[in-house]
C-alpha cells in the first residue's frame, strides 16, 4: 500500500497542529462578501465575513473551498473555473448576487486564517483530533501486536491503516495475506467517517478495504445556531451522549475487524476469486472495468502492466493488478480509491464478473 506519513507520533503531531489552528464560522449567507484579487490573469478569492459590532473578518479561499462556494450558490464548475481565471471580478459579483438573492446558512471551516470548507449549517463535525483521542489510545492499548501500515492527512482526508501481523491466513499456498482495518475521515465534507476491515497482502505489500461490512456514520447533525451576525462556533464540548456513543461504537468496529470469523469469511472471499478466470481479452478486460468505474486511459494502461506482470489472469489476479497499481500513483487520495475499488473487485458475483472476464 502506498506509504504516508512516517510515524503515529508524526500523525499525532500533525494533527494537534492542525487541530490548535482551526477555528469554524457560522453565517448567513447575507453576511458574506466574496472579494476577487487580481494576480496577473487569474483571480483568488476570499471571503469577507461580517460579524458583530460592524466586524469584518477577511479569509483567502483555497481551490476547495472555492468549488463548494459555487456549488452552493449554484453556478455550475466549468463556468466557475473560467471567471476564476479570466474574470475573477465578475465571478465575485455574480457570487455577491446569488448569496443575498438566495439566502443560506453556512459553516465556514478554516485552518490558519484561510477558508478550506465551506458547507451546511447542518454539517456535523467529527474532526482528527476526536478520532487522535477517542480510537488510537484503545489501538494501542487493547490490540496487542497492532501495526500502523500506513497513515495520511491530505487536503481531503484522514487515513489511519492498521495490521495485525498474529492474524494470518493463506489465500493459496504461499500467498499469505493478514488482517487490518482501515479508518478514514473528513472535516470538509468529502465523504463520511468510516470504518471498514483491511486486508494486507505480503507477497507484494497490496492493501484492499473490505467494501461489504463497515461502519460509517454522515457528517450531517441539528443545525448550528446561526444568528443575525457571523460568529465563531466553539470546539463541541467533551463528546455530547450520542457522540460518546458513537465512537463508542467505532471502537468496538475497530476491535471486530479483527475477529477471526470476520478475517476467515474475508479471505474466503478472496480464495473464490482465485477460480474465476479472465476468459476473453486482458486488454479488453481491463477497458470494461475502466468503463464501468471510471478509470483513467493511464490508469488502464498501469493496472493491465501490473496484471501482466503478476502472471494471474482472474479475477484475484485483477485486484492485485488494481491494489498494486495504486502503489504508483502520486496522489494518496487516488490510491485509496484504488484500494476501495480493489475490495468492491472482490465482492463482484460471478454473473456481475463475466462481462469483464468474457470481453473480447
Same mark, same amino acid.
Given at each position: 500500500m502506498?506509504?504516508?506519513i512516517g510515524?503515529?507520533?508524526?500523525?499525532?503531531e500533525?494533527?494537534?497542529?492542525?487541530?490548535?489552528n482551526?477555528?469554524?464560522?457560522a453565517?448567513?449567507?447575507?453576511?458574506?462578501?466574496?472579494?476577487?484579487?487580481?494576480?496577473?490573469h487569474?483571480?483568488?478569492l476570499?471571503?469577507?465575513l461580517?460579524g458583530?459590532?460592524?466586524e469584518?473578518l477577511?479569509?483567502?479561499?483555497?481551490?476547495i473551498?472555492?468549488?463548494q462556494?459555487?456549488?452552493?450558490i449554484?453556478?455550475?464548475a466549468k463556468y466557475?473555473?473560467?471567471?476564476?481565471?479570466d474574470a475573477?471580478?465578475?465571478?465575485?459579483h455574480n457570487?455577491?448576487h446569488w +448569496?443575498?438573492? =438566495?439566502?443560506? &446558512?453556512?459553516?465556514?471551516?478554516?485552518?490558519?486564517? !484561510? %477558508? $478550506?470548507a #465551506?458547507?451546511?449549517?447542518?454539517y456535523?463535525?467529527?474532526d482528527?483530533?476526536?478520532l487522535a483521542?477517542?480510537i488510537?489510545?484503545m489501538?494501542?492499548?487493547?490490540?496487542?501486536?497492532l501495526?500502523?501500515a500506513?497513515?495520511?492527512?491530505t487536503e481531503?482526508?484522514?487515513?489511519?491503516?492498521a495490521?495485525?501481523?498474529?492474524?494470518r491466513r493463506?489465500?493459496k499456498v504461499?500467498d499469505t495475506?493478514e488482517?487490518?482495518?482501515?479508518?478514514?475521515?473528513?472535516e470538509?465534507?468529502f465523504?463520511?467517517?468510516e470504518?471498514a476491515?483491511f486486508?494486507h497482502?505480503?507477497?507484494?505489500l497490496?492493501g484492499q478495504k473490505?467494501?461489504?461490512?463497515k461502519?460509517a456514520?454522515?457528517h450531517?447533525?441539528?443545525?448550528?445556531?446561526?444568528?443575525d451576525y457571523t460568529?465563531s462556533? +466553539?470546539?463541541? =464540548?467533551?463528546? &455530547?451522549?450520542?457522540?460518546?456513543?458513537?465512537?463508542? !461504537? %467505532? $471502537?468496538? #468496529?475497530?476491535?471486530a475487524?479483527?475477529?477471526?470469523?470476520v478475517f476467515?469469511h474475508?479471505?474466503n472471499?478472496?480464495?473464490?476469486?482465485t477460480?474465476?478466470?479472465?476468459?476473453g481479452d486482458p486488454?479488453?478486460?481491463?477497458?470494461?472495468l475502466?468503463?464501468t468505474?471510471g478509470?483513467?486511459?493511464?490508469e488502464?494502461?498501469?493496472?493491465?502492466?501490473?496484471?501482466?506482470e503478476?502472471?494471474?489472469?482472474?479475477?484475484?489476479g485483477?485486484v492485485?493488478?488494481v491494489?498494486?497499481y495504486s502503489?504508483?500513483v502520486e496522489?494518496?487520495?487516488r490510491?485509496?480509491?484504488?484500494?476501495?475499488?480493489?475490495g468492491?473487485?472482490?465482492?463482484?458475483?460471478p454473473?456481475?464478473?463475466q462481462p469483464?472476464?468474457?470481453?473480447?
Open positions: 502506498k506509504q504516508g510515524s503515529v507520533q508524526e500523525l499525532l500533525t494533527i494537534q497542529h492542525q487541530a490548535d482551526k477555528v469554524d464560522y453565517s448567513h449567507s447575507g453576511n458574506i462578501d466574496v472579494v476577487a484579487s487580481v494576480i496577473g487569474n483571480g483568488n476570499k471571503l469577507k461580517r458583530a459590532e460592524e469584518e477577511l479569509l483567502p479561499m483555497n481551490d473551498a472555492s468549488r462556494l459555487g456549488e452552493k449554484g453556478i455550475p466557475f473555473d473560467r471567471m476564476l481565471k475573477p471580478d465578475l465571478l465575485a457570487a455577491n +448569496l443575498q438573492q =438566495e439566502p443560506k &446558512k453556512m459553516m465556514i471551516r478554516t485552518m490558519f486564517g !484561510k %477558508a $478550506r #465551506v458547507l451546511s449549517d447542518k456535523q463535525r467529527i482528527n483530533i476526536d483521542e477517542q488510537l489510545p489501538m494501542r492499548d487493547e490490540l496487542k501486536g501495526k500502523i500506513s497513515t495520511e492527512i481531503k482526508r484522514l487515513y489511519i491503516k495490521v495485525l501481523p498474529t492474524l493463506d489465500v504461499g495475506v488482517a487490518g482495518v482501515w479508518i478514514s475521515n473528513s470538509i465534507g465523504g463520511q467517517f470504518v476491515p486486508i497482502r505480503l507477497i507484494c497490496n473490505v467494501n461489504d461490512a461502519f456514520r454522515r450531517v447533525g441539528a443545525r448550528a445556531d446561526v444568528n460568529y462556533v +466553539l470546539s463541541d =464540548e467533551t463528546l &455530547k451522549a450520542d457522540d460518546k456513543a458513537f465512537m463508542l !461504537k %467505532a $471502537r468496538d #468496529v475497530v476491535k475487524a479483527f475477529e477471526e470469523k476467515e474475508n479471505v472471499q478472496l480464495r473464490e476469486t477460480e474465476r478466470k479472465i476468459e486488454t479488453k478486460a481491463i477497458a470494461v475502466g468503463k468505474t478509470l483513467l486511459e493511464q488502464q494502461s498501469g493496472i493491465l502492466r501490473k496484471l501482466i503478476g502472471a494471474d489472469l482472474s479475477q484475484f485483477m492485485q493488478a491494489t498494486a502503489q504508483d496522489s494518496y487520495d490510491a485509496s480509491e484504488l484500494e476501495e475499488l480493489g468492491k473487485l472482490v465482492t463482484l458475483s454473473s456481475e464478473w469483464i472476464a468474457a470481453a473480447a
